[in-house]
C-alpha cells in the first residue's frame, strides 16, 4: 500500500460516496415519475448489476466465477440477506420515514457491526467501541424521536430502517470468512445473482410490469449503474491508493449528500434533534473507521492474496467493526 496519496483516491471515494447518497432521492424520483412497483424496481436494479458484472467477469476473468458446489449454500444465504432482503427493506423505509431519516438509520450499520462481533465472535469492545456504540445509539433515540408519538417517524418505516442497518452490517460479519476462500468479484457476482433469485418471486406475487422504452432504459442505468455499479467502481479503484479505514471516513460524505438532496430535491428537512442525532450517529461512524486500520468489507476493500478485486482478505485477522459498503 502506498504511503504517498495525491488527491485523486479522495476524490474517487467522494465520487462513490455522493453516488449511494443519491439512492434513495433517486428511488424517491423514479417511484414518483415512472409507473413502477418498488419491489419491481429494486428486481430490475439488482438484476442490471448482476448482468454487467457477469458480463465482466466472462471477459475478463472467467477463473473467478467457479466456486465449489460446497460453498453454494452460503452464497446464497450471503445474497438473500444482503441484496433481497437489504434491497426490500431499504426502499420501503425510505418510503415510509423519508430519504433523511432511512439514510441515518442505514448508518447505524457499523454500530450494529460491532455489538454482533462483540457477542457472536467475541470480540473485544474497547473504549473506542464503547464510546460510538454510544454515540450512535444516543443518536438514533434523536433520530427517532420516540416522544413525538404519532407525530414522529413511521415505526413500520423505523423497524425497516433497522433491518436495512442489520442486513447491510452483515456484509461485514458474513463476507469476514467468505473472503478468506473468495475474490471480491466472486462474492459479488453471486450475492447479486442469488439476491436476484430471492426477488423474482417477491417480484411475481407483487411486482409490476417494467415501463418501456427510453424510460426502462434511463431507470436500469440509474438503478443498476449509477447507485450500483459506478460507485464500487470508483471505491475500488481508490482503495488501491488509499488504507480501507481512511476511505471509510471519507466516504462518510455519503449521508451528507442524501440529507442535503432530500432536503433540496424532496423538500424532507430533519428537525434539529434529528440533525443531532445525526451528527453523534456520524461521530459514532466516525470514531470506529479511525479506530481501525486497513479492514474491509465484502463489497469493498483489496484482496491481496488475488492481486486485483478489492476486498479485505487482509481483514481476515481484524476485528470486523468496518463500515461495510453496499452492493
Known amino acids: 500500500m502506498k504511503e504517498h496519496h495525491g488527491l485523486r483516491p479522495y476524490l474517487l471515494v467522494l465520487g462513490a460516496a455522493a453516488c449511494w447518497g443519491t439512492i434513495g432521492v433517486a428511488y424517491a424520483l423514479i417511484l414518483d415519475g415512472v ?3 418498488p419491489v419491481t424496481l429494486v428486481t430490475l436494479r439488482a438484476a ?5 458484472l ?3 467477469g466472462l471477459v475478463a476473468r472467467r477463473d473467478l466465477l467457479r466456486v465449489r458446489a460446497r460453498d453454494l449454500p452460503f452464497l446464497a444465504l450471503f445474497g438473500l440477506i444482503t441484496i433481497s432482503l437489504f434491497y426490500v427493506a431499504l426502499i420501503y423505509a425510505f418510503a415510509l420515514t423519508g430519504v433523511a431519516v432511512g439514510t441515518v438509520l442505514l448508518y447505524l450499520a457499523p454500530a450494529f457491526v460491532t455489538g454482533a462481533a462483540a457477542l457472536c465472535l467475541g470480540e473485544r469492545i474497547t473504549r473506542r467501541k464503547a464510546l460510538a456504540l454510544g454515540l450512535c445509539l444516543f443518536g438514533a433515540a434523536l433520530v427517532v424521536e420516540p416522544w413525538r408519538g404519532a407525530g414522529g417517524a413511521s415505526w413500520a418505516g423505523i423497524a425497516l430502517g433497522l433491518l436495512s442497518a442489520l442486513t447491510y452490517g452483515a456484509q461485514s460479519l458474513l463476507g469476514k470468512s467468505a473472503l478468506r476462500r473468495h475474490h471480491p468479484l466472486t462474492l459479488l457476482v453471486y450475492a447479486l445473482g442469488f439476491g436476484l433469485l430471492g426477488l ?8 409490476s410490469a417494467l415501463p418501456g422504452g427510453r424510460t426502462l432504459l ?17 471505491y475500488t479503484l481508490a482503495l488501491r491508493e488509499l488504507p480501507s479505514s481512511t476511505a471509510s471516513i471519507v466516504a462518510t460524505f455519503e449521508p451528507v449528500v442524501a440529507i442535503a438532496l432530500a432536503a433540496v430535491v424532496l423538500g424532507q428537512f430533519l428537525r434539529p434533534p434529528q440533525l443531532l442525532g445525526a451528527g453523534l450517529i456520524l461521530g ?13 468489507s465484502p463489497l469493498r476493500g483489496q484482496a491481496p492474496e488475488h492481486g486485483t478485486g478489492r476486498q479485505g482478505a487482509e481483514g481476515g485477522g481484524r476485528e470486523a467493526v468496518e463500515i461495510p459498503r453496499r452492493g
Not at 219 to 231: E, H, Y
Request: proline share 4%; hydrophobic share 70%; charged share 5%.
Open 54 to 56: 457477469l458480463a465482466f
Open 218 to 234: 434511463l431507470t436500469a442505468a440509474v438503478a443498476g449503474v449509477l447507485i450500483t455499479l459506478l460507485p464500487l467502481g470508483l
Open 284 to 296: 459514532g461512524v466516525f470514531a470506529l473507521a479511525a479506530g481501525e486500520r486497513g479492514a474491509a
Open 200 to 207: 423474482l418471486p417477491v417480484q411475481l406475487a407483487v411486482g
Open 35 to 37: 409507473a413502477i412497483h
Open 48 to 52: 442490471v448489476a448482476f448482468g454487467l
